[in-house]
T-cell receptor
Framework: GQNIDQPTEMTATEGAIVQINCTYQTSGFNGLFWYQQHAGEAPTFLSYNVLDGLEEKGRFSSFLSRSKGYSYLLLKELQMKDSASYLCAVRAPWGDDKIIFGKGTRLHILP | DAGITQSPRHKVTETGTPVTLRCHQTENHRYMYWYRQDPGHGLRLIHYSYGVKDTDKGEVSDGYSVSRSKTEDFLLTLESATSSQTSVYFC???????????????FGDGTRLSIL
């Protein structure tokens, strides 16, 4: 079966750094996405990893280890607007461009 | 922002009534998807389309049907709504096909559907 695990909730302080982990067990792999979703809004794309290593985009970085079935999203210099859910998603190599989503990690930022 | 419009944005209806949700895109993307999002479950795929009149089931397709008669429109129908179908429904589109493409799915603003 397909399974994506990430923590349900995390709390961090404004200005700090937080790492959100994601582990996956899927029958095949064609890349991993991170999405941000503010309460009551649509998910928005943050990053994509298909090769091992770190991808950096401003304050956000995403890491992938395919051999370990593991990824993390690193958020630096946290701001109050970063309070949101973060969704880890794996692209399947079967069928037509299907993406399997984890349940999301709700991140609370404290002042 | 990707040009995706979902309608209606909110709907309250009664058990047993038919409901149709519409997704309209202006991006001319090939792939369109319907998801539902519920607490504790995350986003789950209901149906998707890989071209005009080409559709397939996702993981939670029971009780739902879809149609795509034009590239820009993807309709989701609940033939006889049940309370278990109360949810937030998201439409998504993507440009790419198979393989290790970095093209993400882009989401509409969602439809909040309540079935009483």
């Amino acid at each position: 079966g397909q399974n994506i695990d990430q923590p349900t909730e995390m709390t961090a302080t404004e200005g700090a750094i937080v790492q959100i982990n994601c582990t996956y067990q899927t029958s095949g792999f064609n890349g991993l996405f991170w999405y941000q979703q503010h309460a009551g809004e649509a998910p928005t794309f943050l990053s994509y990893n298909v090769l091992d290593g770190l991808e950096e985009k401003g304050r956000f970085s995403s890491f992938l280890s395919r051999s370990k079935g593991y990824s993390y999203l690193l958020l630096k210099e946290l701001q109050m607007k970063d309070s949101a859910s973060y969704l880890c998603a794996v692209r399947a190599p079967w069928g037509d461009d299907k993406i399997i989503f984890g349940k999301g990690t709700r991140l609370h930022i404290l002042p | 922002d990707a040009g995706i419009t979902q309608s209606p944005r909110h709907k309250v209806t009664e058990t047993g009534t038919p409901v149709t949700l519409r997704c309209h895109q202006t991006e001319n993307h090939r792939y369109m998807y319907w998801y539902r999002q519920d607490p504790g479950h995350g986003l789950r795929l209901i149906h998707y389309s890989y071209g005009v009149k080409d559709t397939d089931k996702g993981e939670v397709s029971d009780g739902y049907s879809v149609s795509r008669s034009k590239t820009e429109d993807f309709l989701l129908t609940l033939e006889s709504a049940t309370s278990s179908q109360t949810s937030v429904y998201f439409c998504a589109i993507s440009e790419s096909a198979k393989g290790a493409s970095n093209q993400p799915q882009h989401f509409g603003d969602g439809t909040r559907l309540s079935i009483l």
